[in-house]
């Protein structure tokens, strides 16, 4: 077994906010007119304008029309103090912006290779949307003042609407050749998958190598190495196949049951966003939820609670509850459509 030792202390320690020239964003847009926002109060002035200041050696921020405001962080790295990231409101430029049209991997999809699986690692890249430059000519369609004066970014950052397509493209570039052979990618999730163990640790070793060489660290917290049960993208993945996560499961199953038109749209909200996600894990859900939808239509301001929405609301939640694990498709079997 190979000694993953050195590599993970060099990902620890060199992390850096540096990026690949050859990928870069924002993307075409139109002129910036209408883009310019007035000032707004925020928070206390340590908070605020704490974070403006980055770390030694970073190059993420420079003194440069978009008001911002501050969004705590967890300390991903002892060289990085704890600040607030500045968070500008980027809504106005990214309405004129030419949209990215690189598409993210359709998630159900990708876990279809995973048949044979018996042993898998989970990677998670740190401060990824950092290490992309925003292309040359385009870094002023950042800029945000404070009290401080201006800053603008010269990498990518959280706001801006082709962030996650064109980080999907950047990684998608780097691990072209083990995409769909032991690797899937979701932006900054990496899944490698193999059959063997010794096999495995070869190809954590070769994905490990090759983000090292294009400066691309990752959050060994957040790692998980060498698992036959690992959690990814909100689905638990063993050899026996895909199946819900049981913290999101037990949040279902404790829903109270709501009492107003407000409560009902969260609810049926939350429904609507957790079956999405879910939805192939429960047969006929369409079905079992129509009496609770149907609550929502009409002119009508009050909540009407009627037997059917109730035995509706039940019986979804019992559904999530005892929903099958999907084993992985055999291709080399017939499908009954």
Same mark, same amino acid.
């Given at each position: 077994?190979?000694?993953?030792?050195?590599?993970?202390?060099?990902?620890?320690?060199?992390?850096?906010?540096?990026?690949?020239?050859?990928?870069?964003?924002?993307?075409?847009?139109?002129?910036?007119?209408?883009?310019?926002q007035?000032?707004?109060?925020?928070?206390?002035?340590?908070?605020?304008?704490?974070?403006?200041?980055?770390?030694?050696?970073?190059?993420?921020?420079?003194?440069?029309?978009?008001?911002?405001?501050s969004?705590?962080?967890?300390?991903?790295?002892?060289?990085? $103090? /704890?600040? %607030?990231?500045?968070?500008?409101?980027? &809504? +106005?430029?990214?309405?004129? @912006?030419?949209?990215?049209?690189?598409?993210? $991997? /359709?998630? %159900?999809?990708?876990?279809?290779?995973? &048949? +044979?699986?018996?042993?898998? @690692?989970?990677?998670?890249?740190?401060?990824?949307?950092?290490?992309?430059?925003?292309r040359a000519?385009?870094?002023?369609?950042?800029?945000?003042?404070?009290t401080?004066?201006?800053?603008?970014?010269?990498?990518?950052?959280?706001?801006?609407?082709n962030?996650r397509?064109?980080?999907?493209?950047?990684?998608?570039?780097i691990?072209?050749?083990?995409?769909?052979?032991?690797?899937?990618?979701?932006?900054?999730?990496?899944?490698?998958?193999?059959?063997?163990?010794?096999?495995?640790?070869?190809?954590?070793?070769?994905?490990?190598?090759?983000?090292?060489?294009?400066?691309?660290?990752?959050?060994?917290?957040?790692?998980?190495?060498?698992?036959?049960?690992?959690?990814?993208?909100?689905?638990?993945?063993s050899?026996?196949?895909?199946?819900?996560?049981?913290?999101?499961?037990?949040?279902?199953?404790?829903?109270?049951?709501?009492?107003?038109?407000?409560?009902?749209?969260?609810t049926?909200?939350?429904?609507?966003?957790?079956?999405?996600?879910?939805?192939?894990?429960?047969?006929?859900?369409?079905?079992i939820?129509s009496?609770?939808?149907?609550?929502?239509?009409?002119?009508s301001?009050?909540?009407?609670?009627?037997?059917e929405?109730?035995?509706?609301?039940?019986?979804?939640?019992?559904?999530?509850?005892?929903?099958?694990?999907?084993?992985?498709?055999?291709?080399?079997?017939?499908?009954?459509?």
């Amino acid at each position: 077994m190979k000694n993953f030792g050195p590599l993970v202390r060099s990902l620890q320690k060199n992390c850096v906010l540096g990026a690949l020239s050859t990928y870069e964003t924002l993307r075409d847009s139109h002129k910036g007119e209408g883009c310019r926002q007035p000032a707004y109060r925020g928070g206390p002035y340590h908070t605020c304008h704490g974070s403006t200041d980055p770390p030694s050696g970073a190059t993420a921020l420079r003194g440069g029309l978009f008001p911002h405001d501050s969004v705590p962080k967890e300390p991903e790295h002892p060289r990085f $103090p /704890l600040a %607030p990231l500045p968070q500008p409101d980027y &809504r +106005g430029v990214n309405a004129v @912006t030419v949209r990215y049209p690189y598409l993210l $991997p /359709l998630v %159900p999809v990708a876990l279809e290779q995973l &048949r +044979g699986t018996k042993i898998s @690692t989970k990677l998670d890249l740190r401060s990824a949307y950092n290490l992309v430059r925003i292309r040359a000519g385009d870094k002023w369609k950042t800029t945000f003042h404070t009290t401080k004066g201006h800053y603008k970014y010269l990498v990518m950052t959280f706001g801006l609407t082709n962030v996650r397509a064109v980080f999907q493209s950047f990684i998608n570039e780097i691990l072209r050749d083990m995409i769909r052979q032991y690797v899937i990618t979701y932006i900054d999730d990496i899944l490698i998958f193999s059959s063997l163990y010794n096999e495995h640790v070869e190809h954590v070793w070769r994905v490990l190598a090759r983000l090292l060489q294009h400066r691309l660290f990752v959050n060994v917290e957040k790692g998980e190495f060498h698992h036959d049960t690992i959690t990814f993208l909100g689905y638990v993945i063993s050899q026996k196949g895909v199946q819900m996560d049981e913290r999101k499961v037990e949040a279902v199953t404790n829903w109270p049951k709501p009492t107003t038109m407000k409560e009902q749209r969260f609810t049926n909200f939350t429904n609507e966003g957790f079956t999405n996600f879910y939805r192939r894990f429960i047969i006929g859900y369409s079905s079992i939820a129509s009496p609770l939808t149907s609550l929502l239509k009409g002119p009508s301001k009050h909540l009407r609670w009627t037997e059917e929405a109730r035995g509706a609301f039940m019986k979804l939640k019992c559904s999530f509850a005892t929903a099958p694990i999907l084993r992985h498709p055999d291709l080399e079997c017939p499908f009954i459509v």
